[in-house]
């Protein structure tokens, strides 16, 4: 009886959500499989993702799988009607420069979209191929290894399988529940696993399987966004020069000592007050400012500084020591921030750096302390010196290779090229919080500030017998903090040596340390050998060292390139890496992967020789993207002018009518605040008639915005520039990017310049199309249209001009007779909607931005007696207007 009782429900579930894929045409993923191998920290993923067209005709389907920031693709192939696509690693193109100076439209050159339409025969499937590789990064002790399940649908059969193989014994393994929020700390730790987690350990060894059912998948989530898979571990370690791995002609050497006393510190914190930092920004990075205080260890040195159009300094002219006092009145400074004005970034370097370049060259500084400036800000340069190379050019200056700055970026509205070589250029590094991040988790939660908050090594410098090695990556370091790992590759120039001599210089607290030894190179060779080897991981292990540095040796590449200092340099540093990524075969910022793009014949079949090929680039947040399109299952819709189109499913008819509103005017579309939560209002602008034109004006929605109450108060707004998420956490998403985000019960997905679907619980779905204009004639504004794809979680009571008819049948007759002398009798009905009549017309409407036709019956004079009660009873005295209809109490 239990068993025959999960059956039922199993199959309840599996009915309860089988619009998933039982009434789309988008092709359905049959397999997703995901392996990574992870051979001393270095990972290696292969995802095979099969997907089957179940229709008849050709279809287009999409595959999308997001990988680490850090990682390079190193390969992307389609299989597709049979017939195998294998994609290519080029250069990319230089672009000739646009503008008057860097500044004058900041770019980052690793942004982009990678965008591609499949279109899969029908009754056939497609299989895509997507490896990638990435440098695990020791951060507070432990490397953490992510996986990205997002399918965006539910999976027949989902498997995930991570390996890792180490020289050293592991340690510290832990699973973490799946991570969909948005902050990036260690608060989930300790909790358990994923459901149908498997873990499987040994001493250097150990494998991790995750494969939920179709079932156990739904139960996670219903649209197939299942989150973050994060493993974290570490590696037990000795005392002494580190491990050095020898494999092939190439050697790495990951050097992380533990149990040395602390350095103590002289740090700057430069916080950004501009306005901009209003509300959440500023509230979370006083909390974050606050732990932070808690932190400091005596002996440290400190001081604030403040900015927006005017700097302030907590304690001129001097960093003070960490004491009771000192901390007590650094919070009340931090208390009294008051985000006003623009962001002079300039001065606020100046000041920061005289601050501290002066408090070193006194008597009293401590000769082995660590110093670093932390500036944070969420805005480009907007006052002072606003152009990013003067900006690095005072940095410079003014840091004169004293100490080290370390920047951080808030929200979207960053120039984050500026601050990563801000912080390149002086030793530091540059960490991100996204708009829709926590800024006080990231600032304060094990994430930032406590990387660099204990500093064990200073003026770190790692030789090597200097006629046995070649092309050694990074060996320079100006801090080592605790938790963290410093590795350097290599290449051997004498592989049949006996040894190679390795020497550590550094400076702890009041002290030097000098680390030598002979490594004994075919010893190394062997021990490698055996455990990269002595499991059956095939080529990838075999070459896993050389990797490695080709890995390294391009990150470094890149860093270069922006700490160049002529065009000479930089066109080297470029070069370089761009030979590295195509020897190495790696999509990089300064390469594209092109692949051919299948074409399906009017037969079903593949075109033998297909004519397009198709640039896949490397985008910020790691996105490989083929997006799909397909009709959707429209039940209301408004577009245009605006037109409203009406399916009436249950009575196989298509209505459609105009509203002729003013400029400003605020119209309720959906109205189901009191049941489902939902309220949908749409904003009115207006634009000139084109010539010829019967109108004296058209009027076009300018903003959308979705309201929502349950489970949480969250809105969201659209315009053809952005969209606004406001859950909770508050993001900005341009509608020029591919995106998709999720905040709660809310996800968002974006197709660059196209459309925003807007998700509510999985059961109902807003699309708006984007129509924007590139050289705009005077009668064209930028505009949106408004379509409910899926109404399944709208009550019955839903209401609005378009919610009115969810559920509504409606009856068609013939018109009377004085109506049929009046208008010819094929194209004149009367439309029986629940009690009332409706003289309509047949009309022809163009919707999903003219791709699309339907037939339908018009109302006119702005759909009286179609709609309930009067136009103006639809009007709204705000965007987050959720009085229910017929209009009364404002209840936002």
């Keep these: 009886r239990q068993m025959r009782q999960s059956s039922c429900n199993a199959l309840a579930l599996c009915k309860k959500h089988s619009n998933i894929w039982g009434r789309s045409s988008k092709p359905h993923i049959q397999e997703l499989s995901i392996k990574t191998t992870i051979i001393s920290r270095y990972a290696f993923t292969a995802v095979s993702c099969a997907m089957l067209n179940r229709h008849s005709a050709a279809a287009q389907g999409v595959f999308q799988f997001q990988i680490p920031a850090a990682a390079y693709v190193s390969n992307f192939t389609m299989i597709v009607g049979g017939r195998v696509f294998q994609s290519e690693v080029r250069p990319k193109e230089k672009k000739v420069k646009q503008g008057k100076g860097e500044n004058s439209k900041p770019k980052n050159k690793e942004s982009g979209d990678t965008r591609m339409a499949v279109s899969i025969p029908g009754r056939n499937r497609a299989v895509f191929l997507l490896t990638y590789e990435e440098l695990l990064q020791r951060r507070l002790g432990r490397y953490e290894h992510v996986t990205s399940l997002r399918p965006l649908q539910l999976v027949s059969r989902l498997s995930l399988e991570v390996t890792v193989v180490d020289h050293s014994p592991i340690t510290h393994l832990e699973v973490l529940p799946l991570r969909n929020g948005k902050s990036t700390s260690a608060s989930s730790a300790g909790s358990n696993p994923p459901i149908t987690t498997a873990i499987k350990q040994e001493k250097n060894f150990c494998k991790i399987t995750f494969s939920p059912n179709i079932v156990q998948q739904a139960k996670i989530t219903t649209n197939g966004n299942l989150g973050d898979f994060v493993i974290r571990y570490d590696v037990e370690r000795e005392m002494g020069i580190g491990d050095i791995q020898v494999l092939n002609g190439h050697f790495v050497h990951y050097f992380a000592p533990k149990d040395l006393p602390v350095v103590p510190k002289n740090v700057v914190f430069v916080i950004d007050t501009s306005a901009s930092m209003l509300g959440t920004k500023i509230r979370q990075t006083k909390d974050a400012l606050f732990t932070i205080l808690r932190d400091l260890r005596p ?19 001097r960093l003070v020591p960490v004491t009771p006092l000192n901390i007590r009145d650094a919070k009340k400074f931090i208390y009294t921030l008051t985000p006003t004005g623009g962001t002079n970034i300039d001065d606020a370097i100046q000041t920061s750096s005289t601050l501290l370049r002066d408090y070193l060259s006194s008597a009293d500084v401590s000769q082995n302390s660590v110093s670093l400036i932390i500036f944070l800000t969420d805005g480009r340069p907007t006052v002072g010196e606003i152009q990013s190379p003067a900006i690095l050019g005072n940095t410079r200056s003014a840091v004169q290779e004293k100490f080290c700055i370390f920047t951080i970026g808030i929200g979207n509205d960053v120039d984050y090229r500026l601050l990563e070589r801000m912080a390149l250029e002086n030793c530091g590094m540059m960490r991100r919080i996204h708009e829709e991040a926590d800024a006080s988790a990231m600032l304060k939660g094990c994430v930032f500030y406590d990387e660099i908050g204990t500093p064990l090594l200073s003026d770190i410098r790692i030789n090597y017998t200097e006629d046995s090695v070649q092309y050694v990556t990074q060996h320079l370091f100006t801090n080592y903090f605790n938790g963290s790992e410093i590795i350097i590759a290599g290449k051997l120039t004498n592989q049949s ?32 050998e055996k455990h990269a080897l002595g499991v ?3 080529l990838i292990a075999e070459d896993f060292v050389e990797r490695v540095w080709g890995f390294l040796s391009i990150k470094e590449g890149l860093r270069s390139r922006l700490r160049s200092q002529t065009s000479r340099e930089r066109e080297s540093h470029i070069q370089q890496a761009t030979n590295l990524s195509l020897a190495y075969h790696f999509l990089t910022p300064l ?49 245009g002018d605006p037109h409203f189109v009406v399916e009436f499913p249950l009575s196989k008819l298509t209505v459609c009518f105009n509203i002729n509103g003013e400029p400003g005017h605020i119209l309720r579309l959906v109205s189901d605040h009191k049941y489902s939560g939902v309220t949908v209002n749409g904003k009115l602008i207006g634009a000139p008639a084109p010539p010829g034109s019967h109108k004296q004006q058209r009027t076009y929605f ?106 509504e049948e409606v009856g068609l007759a013939e018109p009377p007779a004085n109506i049929s002398a009046q208008a010819d009798i094929k194209a004149a009905r009367v439309l029986k909607v629940k009690d009332r009549s409706v003289p309509v017309i047949q009309k022809t409407r163009r919707i999903y931005s003219g791709t699309q036709s339907v037939d339908c019956w018009f109302a006119k004079n702005n759909a009286a007696k179609l709609i309930d009660g009067q136009y103006e009873d639809y009007l709204m005295s705000h965007m987050f207007d959720t009085g229910d209809w017929p209009h009364g109490t404002n209840s936002a």
């Design 299 to 317: 002996g440290d040195n400190f001081n604030f500084v403040s900015f927006s159009n005017r700097i302030k300094v907590w304690q001129p002219n």
């Design 497 to 528: 040596a006996e040894s190679l001599h390795v020497q550590v210089t550094a400076s702890n607290n009041d002290k030097s340390i000098i680390l030598e030894t002979d490594v004994p190179l075919r010893q190394r060779q062997m021990e490698t």
């Design 702 to 807: 300018s903003t959308i915005t979705i309201v929502t109450d349950q489970p949480k108060r969250a809105y969201i707004e659209v315009t053809p520039k952005k969209v606004i998420l406001d859950g909770h956490d508050r993001m900005v998403l341009p509608c020029d990017s591919t995106v998709a985000v999720e905040s709660g019960a809310l996800s968002v997905a974006i197709v660059a310049k196209s459309n925003v679907t807007v998700t509510i619980g999985g059961t109902i779905s807003f699309v708006i199309l984007v129509h924007q204009y590139k050289n705009p004639a005077p009668y064209q504004r930028d505009h949106l249209g408004f379509y409910i794809s899926n109404s399944k979680g709208l009550s019955h009571n839903c209401h609005g001009l378009l919610g009115q008819f969810l559920y």
């Design 591 to 639: 390469t594209n992967l092109v692949v051919e793009k299948p074409e399906v014949l009017a037969d079903g079949t593949i075109a033998p020789a297909p004519t397009l090929t198709v640039v896949i680039t490397q985008t910020v947040r790691g996105v490989i993207s083929v997006p799909f399109s397909y009709p959707l299952t429209n039940s209301a819709s408004a577009d």
């Design 536 to 538: 059956t991981l095939g």
